[in-house]
């Protein structure tokens, strides 16, 4: 058995090897339990902080529409009250 056919064997038996080592790598990971909840905790503080963020976001927003309302209703207020006295001094 020499030539081609050993060749073909020799290859095949290389690649079994790689799949093999992979499977290896993977089941290792898998199993290394304290870094997949590293992994996770890090997860889960980075959405933290995401979700931080964005709400932090609406706060500030909310904070300046409340600010502005009394400003926009006294302002509200003026113009209708211009009006209502220029339409009776036209009387």
């Keep these: ?11 095949e038996i ?9 499977t290896v790598e993977e089941l290792a990971a898998k199993a290394d339990v304290k870094a997949r909840a590293q992994a996770k905790a890090a997860d889960v503080k980075a959405q933290a902080q995401a979700k ?3 709400l ?4 500030r927003r909310s904070q ?3 600010r502005r309302w009394p400003l926009a209703v006294a ?3 003026l113009v ?3 009006v ?3 339409r009776w001094r036209k009387k």
Excluded: N
Excluded at 1 to 11: A, F, L, R, W
Excluded at 56 to 59: P, Y
């Design 56 to 59: 932090s976001g609406q706060v």
């Design 1 to 11: 058995m020499t030539g081609p056919d050993q060749e073909e064997i020799q290859q």
């Design 64 to 66: 300046v529409v409340q």
């Design 52 to 54: 931080a963020t964005e």
């Design 14 to 22: 290389e690649r079994t090897r790689e799949r093999l080592g992979e």
């Design 80 to 82: 209708g009250a211009s």
């Design 84 to 86: 209502a006295v220029w």
């Design 75 to 77: 302002a509200g207020v």
